[in-house]
T-cell receptor, first 116, second 116 residues
Framework: DTGVSQNPRHKITKRGQNVTFRCDPI?????LYWYRQTLGQGPEFLTY????????KSRLLSDRFSAERPKGSFSTLEIQRTEQGDSAMYLC??????????????FGAGSRLTVL | AQSVSQHNHHVILSEAASLELGCNYS??????LFWYVQYPGQHLQLLLK??????LVKGIKGFEAEFIKSKFSFNLRKPSVQWSDTAEYFC??????????????FGKGTKLSVKP
């Protein structure tokens, strides 16, 4: 399966701890997105990369959140000093965009974070 | 700010009933429109998309959607639902600025329950 892969699938942590999620996009895709989804809500945009450049960040992405895509391939999302309000499903998606062409996101299964 | 509205939070239908899920967006410029589906325990999957051309688009599993620009709407329809259509449905919009496509904004989703 050459879809979008996310690890770990589920992380349980205590408040105040740091957590890191990893996303491996579809190999030929140049864009990589992070979203957060809580119960009863649609996915909320956090940030996206085109190759290794982080092009946009949401106001939802507080100083405790940092995302990287150092070589333009996989990406990591780190949350420092976790809070109970960070409990959510963190979704990664990737797409291939050429010029002004179509941008169709393919999503991974997500990483569920539970902060105790 | 751009937004996407889905009018129904939970829809309950019997098998063979017709389905229409509403979706409206706030931006008056060029948009790309999507419906994603999330079956229980599975990740988000693309159901159908509209970029240009015929405003009536057909997707997988007998779903279709109609883009009505004057109403800023992209409603999802299916003439006869099946129990296997039980899922959560998300409308999403990519707002284009001068040919640049940024992030995808999602509605809050509509949960569809189909009774056998």
């Amino acid at each position: 399966d050459t879809g979008v892969s996310q690890n770990p699938r589920h992380k349980i942590t205590k408040r105040g701890q740091n957590v890191t999620f990893r996303c491996d996009p579809i190999s030929e895709h140049n864009r990589l997105y992070w979203y957060r989804q809580t119960l009863g809500q649609g996915p909320e945009f956090l940030t996206y990369f085109q190759n290794e450049a982080q092009l946009e960040k949401s106001r939802l992405l507080s100083d405790r959140f940092s995302a990287e895509r150092p070589k333009g391939s996989f990406s990591t999302l780190e949350i420092q000093r976790t809070e109970q309000g960070d409990s959510a499903m963190y979704l990664c998606a990737s797409s291939l965009v050429v010029g002004a062409g179509a941008n169709v996101l393919t999503f991974g299964a997500g990483s569920r974070l539970t902060v105790l | 700010a751009q937004s996407v509205s889905q009018h129904n939070h939970h829809v309950i239908l019997s098998e063979a009933a017709s389905l229409e899920l509403g979706c409206n967006y706030s931006y008056g410029g060029t948009v790309n429109l999507f419906w994603y589906v999330q079956y229980p325990g599975q990740h988000l999957q693309l159901l159908l998309k509209y970029f240009s051309g015929d405003p009536l688009v057909k997707g997988i599993k007998g779903f279709e959607a109609e883009f009505i620009k004057s109403k800023f709407s992209f409603n999802l329809r299916k003439p006869s639902v099946q129990w296997s259509d039980t899922a959560e449905y998300f409308c999403a919009v990519n707002f284009n600025y001068g040919g640049s496509q940024g992030n995808l904004i999602f509605g809050k989703g509509t949960k569809l329950s189909v009774k056998p």
